[in-house]
């Protein structure tokens, strides 16, 4: 009995080996090389860019990453980071407390042009690229992932690479300029330019705004800022370097950081797949100083923070007085990301670090408001983790990020030119003590979280979907490779109101040109 019990065991032994074996080589036989170019210099588009690339690296991807940002913690097992070097000394030299002031959604949208075309010029002189360049021939990429938010120099590297496919990833909601560059229709009428204030019900002057809004930055872009990029990547690649339209055409799927229930309703081509907040995670253990500061606070916690790029030591004196002096006269415990070493005249309430763990600060139970500029991601984060909101914007896109959360009443917003004590204290009393605001946020999360797959499942899934089947050009609306005029049928309707302006012309004029024949006939018949 013990020998055959001993004979099944070393059989099942090796049952379990060859399953396992097999499974091992299944795995690594469905892994690929991934390249992920992320080349816009923001700290803020990194977490959700790092977030996408971390969750293909967990489903076994080779993943090789070009971005400016470097990582704060060991780099992972199958994740390779190649740093674009020094780009944020230079913008930090620039940086200067006036620069934090309102701007237009004009002056954004040029501003990031602008930003796109410094990048460029400045990441093909680094150190980080030219490692990427001096890559074997023969070096194979499976797919490239290009954030192509605003800026398509990297887009050559399809070439430098032997063609893999590519996927367009965008963090910055939905451009209109990426929207319609993959056949989308842009319906101006309902949706609202994303650095404006407007809802899905504009008036007439603000559907013309909107319209005037979209249709300035796909031209622009088109007629002023890609011929700046064109030049930039001919005089780096080569003149035979194809146009980067003709890249972008190639590209059949763009992910983009949108959600029906985060952001408004829209119509979208299948090819254009929404994945808004894939970044979104639930809170972990916070540091035990942390952890037991936010555990003790019996009046909750206000958690205060401008974001990445913005830096609230770079606020007025003014202003920074008059938040000390309205946080003094608040009951909750203050978490203030501040970036300076210290501010006279802070209460014992509040706490200063010059760096915070957002996400699983807004996931804590003890959590009562988040004070935030009203950036994408952290207005995004605070949705998802049911935390209402009091917004300072200094953008136009931050500005618009807060008005529609204060339509649907989960948020208050601050003008930081109206930055006095009572202001201040007059919106953040009135968003903790009104149990509307945490009711709506607590719903909109809620419905955000009742999904089939979460939106990173979804990307990932859509990402390997392109590698399976190399072109996914059955998803694009033949509108991509149409003229404007002809998606809106503006040829037709020109042709439709030429025939009826004609055939009022003749109603008008007919019956006077029957008669002037009838009369000079019968003059004619008469003279006879």
């Not at 330019?193 to 319209?211: A, D, G, P």
């Not at 408001?369 to 995004?380: A, M």
């Not at 201040?424 to 009104?434: A, D, F």
């Not at 439709?496 to 004619?524: C, D, G, Q, W």
């Amino acid at each position: 009995v013990i020998f055959c019990f001993s004979s099944v065991y070393k059989i099942l032994q090796s049952v379990m080996l060859i399953v396992y074996l097999v499974t091992l080589l299944l795995h690594y036989a469905t892994c690929a090389n991934i390249l992920y170019v992320a080349p816009i210099a923001s700290p803020s588009l990194q977490r959700w860019n790092r977030a996408l690339a971390m969750g293909l690296r967990d489903r076994g991807h080779n993943v090789t990453m070009l971005s400016h940002d470097a990582e704060k913690n060991p780099t992972p097992k199958n994740f390779t980071l190649i740093l674009l070097e020094g780009i944020y000394d230079i913008i930090d030299a620039k940086f200067e407390s006036n620069e934090i002031k309102e701007d237009t959604a004009i002056k954004t949208m040029r501003a990031l042009f602008k930003h796109v075309e410094f990048c460029c010029e400045y990441d093909f002189n680094t150190t980080g690229f030219k490692t990427l360049e001096e890559y074997p021939k023969t070096f194979k990429f499976d797919l490239i992932i290009f954030d192509s938010s605003y800026g398509r120099c990297f887009y050559p590297l399809i070439t430098r690479f032997n063609n893999p496919p590519a996927v367009a990833v965008t963090p910055y909601r939905l451009p209109p300029i990426l929207s319609n560059a993959f056949g989308n229709h842009l319906h101006t009428s309902y949706t609202p330019y994303y650095n404006t204030e407007f809802s899905t019900k504009m008036t007439f002057i603000q559907r013309l705004l909107n319209f005037f809004y979209t249709y300035v930055e796909v031209m622009y872009r088109k007629n002023s800022f890609s011929p700046k990029e064109n030049k930039i990547v001919k005089d780096y690649f080569g003149e035979e370097t194809p146009a980067l339209r003709d890249y972008e055409r190639n590209m059949s799927l763009l992910l983009t950081n949108v959600d029906f229930v985060l952001d408004f309703p829209m119509a979208l081509p299948p090819n254009i797949i929404p994945v808004g907040g894939l970044h979104l995670t639930p809170s972990k253990p916070l540091p035990k100083d942390l952890q037991s500061i936010m555990d003790n606070a019996k009046n909750g916690v206000i958690f205060f923070s401008l974001g990445a790029l913005l830096r609230s030591d770079k606020l007025t004196e003014f202003q920074l007085q008059n938040l000390v002096e309205a946080f003094k006269q608040l009951p909750q415990t203050i978490l203030w990301k501040y970036e300076g070493d210290s501010i006279p005249g802070l209460s014992k309430n509040v706490i200063l670090r010059k760096s915070l763990p957002q996400n699983d600060i807004l996931g804590h139970k003890n959590m009562k408001l988040f004070i935030t500029h009203g950036g994408i991601l952290s207005t995004q984060e605070a949705m998802y983790h049911a935390v209402p909101v009091v917004g300072i914007p200094f953008r136009s896109d931050q500005r618009a990020n807060i008005r529609r959360m204060e339509r649907r009443e989960m948020a208050k917003l601050i003008n930081y030119k109206n930055f006095t004590v009572a202001h201040i204290l007059e919106n953040v009393r009135e968003v903790i003590n009104n149990p509307i605001y945490k009711k709506n946020i607590r719903l909109l999360a809620r419905r955000y979280r009742d999904q089939p797959l979460t939106a990173l499942q979804r990307g990932i899934f859509w990402i390997e979907y392109v590698m399976r089947h190399k072109n996914v050009e059955h998803l694009v609306l033949p509108a991509r490779d149409m003229d404007g005029y002809q998606t809106a049928n503006l040829d037709i309707l020109a042709c439709l109101l030429l025939f009826s302006v004609m055939i009022y012309i003749s109603y008008l004029f007919l019956p006077t040109a029957l008669k002037v024949t009838y009369e000079t006939l019968r003059n004619h018949i008469q003279a006879k």
